[in-house]
């Protein structure tokens, strides 16, 4: 019997003990926390979003990461799709259901949707797989050959399994235990890795004192938001820092691109320029107060076009109906990694060959978040924990 150690318990660490173990091997999970699977708590918040039911080529398409290898990444997907996540959670006594977004969620359980139910089902069955838990343990170091060392109440752990997961995470959301402390041991084995960056997060807006006066915490309904390639449909809120909202959340990896990071909003992207100011009529003056009622603007809108500097004051219809169609928003910065959902950069892929398996250190293999890699909310970023986590468990099993 092959004896498995996995690094981390999130997502893509429990997972990965339990492919694992279904396959035959004695597994021990060590993670630094309390208790595991503390983001899957914290991902259950808002709903957790467990998959995307949506076809395989747009699925793919989500995804991306510098050099991310696309025949790779497609096969990872693959052997553990959207199907199949929803069937391993219906195993696990949960049923899903798809909501009108194609988000794929736990059927709600006393009429809300909770993470709780699937966690503890979750766990109980890793336990009656004979996985062991050993919570407390901060992973410190390893040696070759395959020699672990952990942190565990004041005295040091070591450990030398037939192969290791590394399952530990990028650099969100640390009070769960994702501090990215592993970049330092990699580090130390000459494993190179791409710079964490704030993903899924907001950006941030030197807003005029009087926009944050109108309009702080009021939502821009109804935009189309544009990045250099990208551009995404929905709804952004105005913060105090700037902007937060699925469209620039989408649209991050675009606004990373850029030399001066910024995005173009088309707040009316149902009319075009003519008929803005077709509905405008005879107006001269007042540009902005009419237009808020004859284009039906959102006061937070308005307070952008009357405020923003180096716009205005309006000198025509055309003008104004130019820039509601192409509002260009400076952006300074993300905001801390700390508060995003999700975070870029990781492992480079060079490091790691088809079998997820660390090439300078054999029989150590990543898996989850750690590697570079990112994807947008709806589902994407758990599906792609739970794929790349069969994938490095698979791979351990097969190695002689």
């Known amino acids: ?15 990965a003990a339990e492919v694992a173990a279904k396959l035959g091997a004695r597994v021990a999970l060590y993670d630094a926390m309390p208790s595991v699977g503390r983001k899957f708590l914290v991902a259950g918040k808002s709903g957790l979003n467990l998959t995307h039911d949506e076809a395989l080529e747009p699925f793919l398409q989500r995804y991306s990461g510098k050099d991310l290898p696309e025949p790779l990444w497609r096969e990872i997907i693959e052997s553990f799709d959207n199907h199949a996540l929803r069937k391993w959670a219906a195993d696990l006594g949960i049923e899903t259901f798809v909501a009108s977004s194609g988000k794929v969620f736990p059927s ?28 407390r343990h901060t992973w410190t170091a390893f040696n070759k050959p395959n020699q672990l060392t952990f942190s565990h109440q004041g005295r040091q752990v070591s450990i030398r ?7 530990l995470g990028g650099a969100s959301w640390p009070q769960t235990g994702s501090t990215a402390s592993w970049v330092d041991i990699l580090k130390s084995h000459d494993i190179s890795t791409t710079p964490l960056s704030s993903a899924n997060c907001g950006w941030e807006v030197a807003w005029p004192t009087a926009i944050l006066e109108d309009a702080e915490g009021l939502p821009l309904k109804n935009l189309l938001v544009s990045s250099g390639e990208g551009s995404r449909h929905g709804e952004l809120v105005i913060t105090r820092d700037g902007l937060e909202g699925g469209p620039i959340y989408h649209l991050g990896p675009h606004i990373r691109q850029q030399s001066q990071a910024h995005i173009i909003i088309d707040f009316k992207p149902s009319l075009n320029h003519t008929e803005l100011v077709s509905r405008m009529g005879r107006v001269k003056r007042n540009f902005v107060r009419e237009a808020r009622r004859r284009w039906n603007l959102d006061p937070a809108t308005c307070s952008i076009l009357k405020h ?17 169609k192409n509002c260009r928003i400076p952006l300074t910065g993300p905001r801390p990694i700390a508060e995003a959902i999700s975070s870029a950069g990781g492992i480079c892929w060079q490091e790691i060959d ?32 739970f794929a790349t986590a069969a994938h490095a468990a698979e791979s351990a099993m097969r190695a002689q």
Not at 1 to 15: D, E, S, T, V, Y
Not at 118 to 135: A, E
Not at 161 to 167: E, H, L, N, S, Y
Not at 308 to 324: C, I, K, N, T, Y
């Open 161 to 167: 399994p037939d192969a290791t997961i590394i399952a």
């Open 1 to 15: 019997m092959k004896n498995i150690a996995i690094i981390g318990g999130g997502p893509a660490g429990l997972h």
């Open 308 to 324: 923003m500097p180096d716009r205005g004051p309006w000198q025509s219809v055309e003008q104004l109906a130019h820039e509601v």
């Open 108 to 135: 709600p359980d006393k009429g809300s949707i909770k993470a709780a139910p699937l966690l503890r089902n979750w766990i109980k069955s890793l336990r009656d797989l004979g996985v062991t838990f050993h919570t």
């Open 354 to 385: 088809h079998n997820l398996m660390l090439k300078k250190t054999p029989r150590v293999y990543v898996a989850g978040e750690m590697i570079d890699w990112e994807a947008p909310t709806g589902g994407y970023l758990m599906q792609g924990c």
